[in-house]
């Protein structure tokens, strides 16, 4: 039978497993999702606050030991599994505070109208980066809608995934308004193809998001995909050095470099380039590297051996066709998983760091002469999920913005997701939208109404014409 296992990547040490769920366990899961949907489609607004603000603060009260599981089980430092455990308590109190608001019935005139009923069980595919925050950017505004959660998440997280299952049946959830499979990545498909499943969200790498997709569209589900991303971080020369560059350091290494909308690629004015470069490199030559329950650690280890083993790949591609390693560039030896800080200068378009999404804290940074090569730049890219400028020119942080193909652009200051805001991309950095007004409506149906307060009303032959 197959097993999903807790293993530390700090040590590469497998601390707990789990067993898969039988055939007979997941149709039993799904049925309970289909009844749970029924009761949870007939609550109220009021009913569905209440219920999410208990879970937030269930969270809320077991913070610091949901945390540690996340660290164990993904190597994210403790400090930033806490301050993803608080950023989801919010999310599940924004959507709470919000909800009813954002899927009132939209007024067309006095006798139309749209309304926003939930479509049913949908199905999260979920990866292991942020094991509790991607869960709660689908289930907070999913639930609040009225439609139910099933989950497949990451197999090397089981205890994540579990652990939020439990977490909305102690808040006081119906049975069956939020599930959790334990099932392998070949199982996913015919969950998805079951009639009980309406949709699908997915957040992982664009290999992923085709194949689920493709199977999505088989069956005409809707399907939204949050997936990979080389976003741009932009340094105009009237920007502030010192922080952009103090900023550049925290946006290319949190969560270890393991996040979609993490600063890849640094594009620099030639002017300012030299100067930028030193700043941000000694930055990233200073990060500590240890222990993620270290109080002191900067960056903890990459998630998997495998997962090294393909930034060590990427970097050693790079250094053989002749960029320059400014720092770091090799994996630290020892138990656990953990690979220097890096920097990569005079990097090529033919080098897989440019081409491909890099998971791990390894930053290139090119130069520009002018704007319209820095957003040539910052476009030569498939994805367009993320991108950060940093100027003090209103001229040009309006062309910047406007001209940057991606779902998000942030000013003077890092990508980070938030409940308020839409999130997701363009191109093969997927699409639909998650959180915010457009996200909780991804799983509703927009359902119009319109009626003739003048007309009699219809014989069974009219209407049939």
């Given at each position: 039978m197959t097993t999903f296992a807790t293993t530390n990547p700090a040590t590469g040490e497998i601390e707990k497993t789990f067993e898969a769920h039988t055939p007979s366990e997941v149709e039993a899961r799904l049925a309970r999702a289909l009844k749970g949907f029924e009761t949870m489609r007939k609550t109220s607004f009021t009913e569905r606050a209440r219920l999410m603000r208990s879970a937030a603060d269930l969270l809320d009260g077991e913070a610091p030991d949901v945390a540690r599981i996340l660290t164990t089980e993904m190597g994210k430092t403790f400090a930033s599994a806490k301050a993803e455990v608080a950023k989801c308590a919010l999310g599940l109190r924004w959507f709470a505070e919000n909800a009813e608001r954002l899927l009132a019935n939209e007024s067309i005139d006095d006798h139309t109208y749209v309304r926003f009923d939930p479509l049913g069980p949908v199905l999260a595919i979920m990866p292991w980066n942020f094991p509790l925050w991607q869960v709660t950017r689908f289930a907070a505004p999913g639930l609040m809608a009225g439609n139910v959660g099933v989950l497949k998440h990451a197999a090397n997280v089981p205890q994540s995934a579990l652990y939020v299952e439990?977490?909305?049946?102690?808040?006081?959830?119906?049975?069956?308004?939020?599930?959790?499979?334990?099932?392998?990545?070949?199982?996913?498909?015919?969950?998805?193809?079951?009639?009980?499943?309406?949709?699908?969200?997915?957040?992982?790498?664009?290999?992923?998001?085709?194949?689920?997709?493709?199977?999505?569209?088989?069956?005409?589900?809707?399907?939204?995909?949050?997936?990979?991303?080389?976003?741009?971080?932009?340094?105009?020369?009237?920007?502030?050095?010192?922080?952009?560059?103090?900023?550049?350091?925290?946006?290319?290494?949190?969560?270890?470099?393991?996040?979609?909308?993490?600063?890849?690629?640094?594009?620099?004015?030639?002017?300012?380039?030299?100067?930028?470069?030193?700043?941000?490199?000694?930055?990233?030559?200073?990060?500590?590297?240890?222990?993620?329950?270290?109080?002191?650690?900067?960056?903890?280890?990459?998630?998997?051996?495998?997962?090294?083993?393909?930034?060590?790949?990427?970097?050693?591609?790079?250094?053989?066709?002749?960029?320059?390693?400014?720092?770091?560039?090799?994996?630290?030896?020892?138990?656990?998983?953990?690979?220097?800080?890096?920097?990569?200068?005079?990097?090529?378009?033919?080098?897989?760091?440019?081409?491909?999404?890099?998971?791990?804290?390894?930053?290139?940074?090119?130069?520009?002469?002018?704007?319209?090569?820095?957003?040539?730049?910052?476009?030569?890219?498939?994805?367009?999920?993320?991108?950060?400028?940093?100027?003090?020119d209103a001229a040009d942080r309006d062309r910047l913005v406007a001209g940057i193909e991606a779902g998000q652009v942030f000013v003077n200051t890092m990508v980070a997701s938030s409940p308020e805001l839409p999130f997701g991309g363009i191109k093969r950095s997927g699409y639909g939208r998650e959180l915010s007004g457009m996200g909780i409506k991804e799983f509703c149906n927009a359902k119009s109404v319109r009626e003739d307060p003048g007309a009699s009303v219809p014989t069974t032959a009219d209407a049939a014409d």
């Open positions: 439990e977490l909305f049946r102690r808040a006081g959830y119906p049975e069956g308004a939020f599930t959790t499979l334990l099932i392998s990545s070949s199982d996913v498909a015919p969950v998805i193809e079951d009639e009980r499943i309406a949709a699908v969200t997915l957040t992982g790498s664009e290999q992923a998001g085709a194949a689920v997709a493709g199977t999505a569209g088989r069956v005409l589900k809707k399907c939204v995909l949050e997936l990979g991303g080389s976003d741009p971080f932009i340094v105009t020369r009237t920007a502030d050095l010192e922080r952009s560059a103090a900023v550049a350091v925290t946006a290319r290494v949190q969560n270890n470099g393991q996040s979609c909308i993490a600063a890849k690629r640094f594009i620099v004015d030639a002017e300012v380039y030299d100067e930028w470069v030193d700043r941000f490199t000694a930055g990233m030559a200073a990060l500590r590297v240890g222990d993620p329950m270290d109080p002191a650690t900067d960056v903890g280890p990459l998630v998997t051996e495998a997962q090294r083993k393909e930034i060590a790949a990427q970097v050693d591609d790079a250094r053989e066709k002749g960029a320059t390693i400014a720092c770091g560039g090799s994996m630290i030896e020892g138990p656990g998983w953990y690979y220097e800080p890096t920097v990569l200068l005079d990097v090529t378009t033919d080098m897989r760091v440019l081409r491909e999404e890099v998971f791990g804290p390894v930053a290139t940074v090119e130069r520009y002469t002018d704007l319209d090569e820095a957003i040539r730049i910052a476009n030569r890219t498939q994805y367009g999920l993320g991108s950060s400028i940093w100027t003090r």
